[in-house]
C-alpha cells in the first residue's frame, strides 16, 4: 500500500491507497507545533481503528507547502511506517513533465494535481485548487505542466475582511440564493462567493484562448464543491485529486 501525505497551510490530509484505490482518507490540522511522537499517535490511532497495518506500507510520499513541519513528517516516516519518505519537488520521478522556464517554483502540491489529472484525462486538463490559495494548474496532452495562475484563497480572503474592518463580522460561507444581499451577511456572502465564482471563471477563459487543446476542466480542494455547482467552466469536482496524483508518484518511485 502507499501512503501519501499532503500538507498544506491549514490541513494535511493523508491517504492510504491499494493500488489505485484510496482505502482511507484523513484530514487533520496542520499543526507545527506537533512533536514526532504527537503525530505517530495521531496516525496510530486512525490506523488501528481502520485496520491497517504498518508493515503493509511499502511506499510513502509526501507533498508539502510547509517546510519547518518536514523534519517531523519525515522521522516519523522512518521511525514510525519504517519508510524512507519521498517527498515531491520537481525533479521526482512522475508522470509528467515539467515545461517551466524554473521549475523549481512550482509547488509540491500543483505537481501532484497535474500529475492525478494527467492520469486521468489524456485531453490535458486544467485544476483549480482551492485552498488557502486557489491555484490554477494546466498540464497539456503530451503529459506536461506548462504552468497556471494564483490568487488569494477565499478563507484568507473573508479573515482578511473581519480582521482588517472594525464592523463585519465573521461569517461562515454559504451559496447565497441572490447576488444582491438585504443584509451585511447576505452581502458578505454574495460578494466572497459570487466574486470567487467570477474570478475563477475569468481565469479559465482568459487560459483557454492561450491553449491549442480542450482540456478537461476540474477543481478540487477544500472549498472547491460549493463553487463548482455555480461556474460556467467546472466540469466536475474531484475532492481527492491531490491524493490520486500523489498515489501515481508513490507508485512509480516505489522500491527506489
Same mark, same amino acid.
Given at each position: ?16 491507497? *491499494? ?7 484523513? #484530514?487533520?490540522?496542520?499543526? $507545527? ?8 499517535? *495521531?496516525?496510530?490511532?486512525?490506523? %488501528? ?8 506500507? %511499502? ?23 519504517? $519508510? ?23 509547488? @509540491? ?6 500529475? =492525478? @489529472?494527467?492520469?486521468?484525462? /489524456? ?6 485548487? &482551492?485552498?488557502? @490559495? ?8 503530451? #503529459?506536461?505542466?506548462? =504552468?497556471?495562475?494564483?490568487?488569494? =484563497?477565499?478563507?484568507? &480572503? ?19 440564493? *441572490? ?7 447576505? &452581502?458578505?456572502? %454574495?460578494? /466572497? ?8 471563471? #475569468? ?10 487543446? %480542450?482540456?478537461?476542466?476540474? &477543481? ?29 508518484? @508513490? ?6
Amino acid at each position: 500500500m502507499n501512503f501519501v501525505v499532503d500538507i498544506g497551510n491549514s490541513n494535511t490530509v493523508i491517504g492510504v491507497f *491499494k493500488e489505485d484505490v484510496l482505502e482511507k482518507r484523513w #484530514r487533520i490540522s496542520t499543526d $507545527r507545533n506537533l512533536t514526532i511522537d504527537d503525530i505517530s499517535s *495521531k496516525i496510530h490511532s486512525l490506523m %488501528s481503528i481502520s485496520n491497517l497495518a504498518i508493515k503493509d506500507i %511499502s511506499c510513502v510520499v509526501i507533498s508539502s507547502v510547509v517546510p519547518t513541519w518536514n523534519h517531523s513528517w519525515e522521522r516519523f516516516s522512518i521511525e514510525f511506517l519504517k $519508510r524512507n519518505p519521498v517527498f515531491l519537488k520537481y525533479s521526482t520521478l512522475s508522470n509528467i513533465t515539467i515545461k517551466t522556464p524554473n521549475p523549481t517554483e512550482v509547488g @509540491a502540491d500543483r505537481i501532484a494535481n497535474a500529475a =492525478g @489529472a494527467a492520469n486521468q484525462h /489524456v485531453e490535458g486538463a486544467i485544476v483549480v485548487d &482551492s485552498g488557502t @490559495a486557489i491555484t490554477l494548474d494546466i498540464v497539456n496532452p503530451d #503529459r506536461e505542466y506548462i =504552468g497556471g495562475a494564483i490568487m488569494p =484563497g477565499i478563507m484568507s &480572503s473573508m479573515e482578511a475582511l473581519s480582521t482588517k474592518t472594525a464592523k463585519l463580522p465573521r461569517f461562515q460561507l454559504d451559496k447565497p440564493e *441572490k447576488a444582491i444581499g438585504k443584509t451585511t451577511l447576505e &452581502s458578505l456572502q %454574495s460578494g /466572497v462567493f459570487f466574486g470567487f465564482v467570477g474570478m475563477i471563471d #475569468r481565469l479559465v477563459e482568459e487560459s483557454l484562448k492561450e491553449l491549442d487543446f %480542450s482540456p478537461k476542466i476540474i &477543481s478540487t480542494g477544500g472549498l472547491a464543491g460549493a463553487l463548482s455547482t455555480t461556474s460556467k467552466y467546472i466540469e466536475f469536482f474531484d475532492r481527492d485529486l491531490t491524493l490520486k496524483g500523489l498515489n501515481v508518484i @508513490a507508485t512509480i518511485n516505489r522500491g527506489n
